[in-house]
């Protein structure tokens, strides 16, 4: 079992094997927050912060019979004492969680962490219910105000799928641009459905355009630096030439949305063919923008 699915199995033993859905969220980011390595990360969402991999992760053990769940709560549905199979930093941990804010309720839970982390309630549908005007104000100052014009890209390779949207959320990009030749991944979220699914529930526009991605068989044994370079030089002299309409097309969501992304797998931009696209489009007629890789 993943490690990560003990700290969640651990949390609701301490709970009584029971609690609902958004003090989990809460009381798990609470405790990862915490942590030297989150084993979660979070984004702001409906009710403030939230771990996709968290739920997903929780829906699996639901399958597996490890856990139950309804509408409002999960619940532990084993008697394996996992708080015996953690670390003792992170067992400490949940300790210091469950004293602090165990008593809470939802809306005190919320309260909290909208008020101690604001970029979290940045998309929150609750919170001018429950904070002061002030509070709210602290809450909207959080959010990004950047209204240059920039072309990002940004790969996925080694980051959460949440600390990737998180990454678009606070550079305000308003479209994510898949140059993906074959937007398939085995690593949760960031398969076309997924990552769709996951932007536009962010109000992030997700769109494909395959036709300037590398084809798979032509990415195999890159092994170094040298091997990447010579496929870009193929990538170059190919295909760029013969996308410069898929290029003005990039170019033209650009002016109007003025905050776009290229995505693809890498994170180190010399080893992805984003950057040599990213170049292209740089050099179309009538670009004056900036780019910029995160």
């Given at each position: ?25 809460k009381?798990?980011?609470?405790f990862t927050?915490k ?9 702001p969402?409906?009710?403030g ?11 699996a053990?639901?399958r ?12 532990k549905?084993?008697k394996?004492?996992?708080?015996k ?25 919320m309260?909290h ?5 604001p ?7 609750v ?14 100052n959080?959010?990004?105000t950047e ?9 996925y ?22 140059v ?5 991944s ?5 398969s ?22 590398i084809q ?11 091997d ?21 097309d ?33 050099k ?11």
């Amino acid at each position: 079992m993943f490690y990560r699915r003990k700290i969640i199995l651990s949390l609701l033993q301490m709970f009584d094997g029971e609690l609902d859905k958004i003090r989990l969220q809460k009381l798990l980011f609470l405790f990862t927050n915490k942590q030297d390595k989150a084993e979660y990360e979070f984004i702001p969402y409906k009710f403030g912060c939230y771990s996709y991999s968290a739920n997903a992760d929780m829906t699996a053990m639901v399958r597996k019979g490890m856990l139950k769940e309804d509408d409002k709560s999960f619940e532990k549905n084993d008697k394996t004492d996992y708080l015996k199979q953690i670390k003792p930093a992170d067992y400490k941990l949940l300790m210091e969680v469950k004293a602090n804010y165990g008593k809470m309720s939802a809306s005190a839970l919320m309260k909290h962490t909208y008020l101690n982390f604001p970029f979290y309630a940045t998309r929150s549908e609750v919170a001018e219910t429950i904070l002061s005007k002030e509070e709210l104000n602290k809450v909207i100052n959080s959010k990004s105000t950047e209204t240059k014009t920039v072309l990002f890209t940004i790969g996925y390779e080694g980051i959460s799928l949440e600390n990737y949207l998180v990454r678009l959320l606070k550079n305000d990009v308003k479209i994510l641009v898949d140059v993906r030749n074959n937007a398939l991944s085995m690593k949760y979220g960031f398969s076309k459905s997924q990552l769709k699914k996951y932007c536009e529930s962010l109000g992030i526009k997700y769109v494909h355009f395959p036709q300037v991605g590398i084809q798979s068989e032509q990415r195999q044994e890159l092994n170094t630096q040298t091997d990447y370079d010579k496929l870009f030089t193929i990538y170059c002299k190919d295909n760029l030439p013969k996308t410069t309409e898929t290029q003005t097309d990039i170019l033209n969501l650009l002016k109007e949305h003025k905050r776009i992304a290229l995505t693809c797998f890498e994170a180190n931009i010399c080893q992805c063919h984003r950057k040599h696209l990213a170049e292209a489009i740089e050099k179309l007629p009538a670009f004056e923008y900036e780019v910029k890789h995160i």
